[in-house]
């Protein structure tokens, strides 16, 4: 899957210049790109906060919204705002990824496009309305024809 940055802001906080606690902040869209053609799948969205200066890295956390429901992704990355490729854990999610956990490799393309390869562990099915999963559901009541 592809990650489009729409938006990509540093924000200076606190001394002038870089410096410890600044943040980068991104947002964009989710892209399938295996099979024959690519579609939009999602948008995704996060910050990461400046902790070492000699290696321009910090603290990153960001969320994947899809259509099952939300992936939250957790870790340290190094080269804010163009990271060098890094594995960082899937803390955890919604709906259909209410129990993902495992990680994600984020590799750059260029500085807007990055590969993201999700690596998730126990993705759990839809459930219906009423809490059963899709094979669980009450089957209606059947009469026979007359």
């Not at 603290?59 to 804010?80: D, K, M, N, Y």
Request: hydrophobic letters at 35%.
């Amino acid at each position: 899957m592809e990650a489009r940055l729409q938006v990509g802001e540093e924000l200076d906080l606190g001394a002038t210049g870089r410096s410890v606690g600044d943040q980068f902040v991104f947002s964009g869209n989710l892209a399938s790109t295996g099979g024959a053609e690519e579609r939009p799948v999602g948008r995704f969205g996060g910050f990461c906060v400046i902790t070492d200066l000699e290696r321009n890295a910090g603290q990153c956390s960001s969320t994947a919204v899809l259509p099952g429901g939300q992936i939250t992704v957790q870790g340290e990355q190094a080269g804010i705002p163009v990271p060098k490729t890094v594995v960082n854990a899937i803390t955890g999610g919604t709906g259909e990824f209410r129990k993902a956990h495992g990680q994600v490799t984020q590799r750059v393309l260029t500085p807007a496009t990055w590969q993201l390869t999700f690596e998730i562990l126990d993705v759990q099915p839809p459930r219906t309305r009423d809490g059963h999963m899709p094979s669980e559901a009450p089957m209606p009541p059947s009469f026979p024809g007359k």
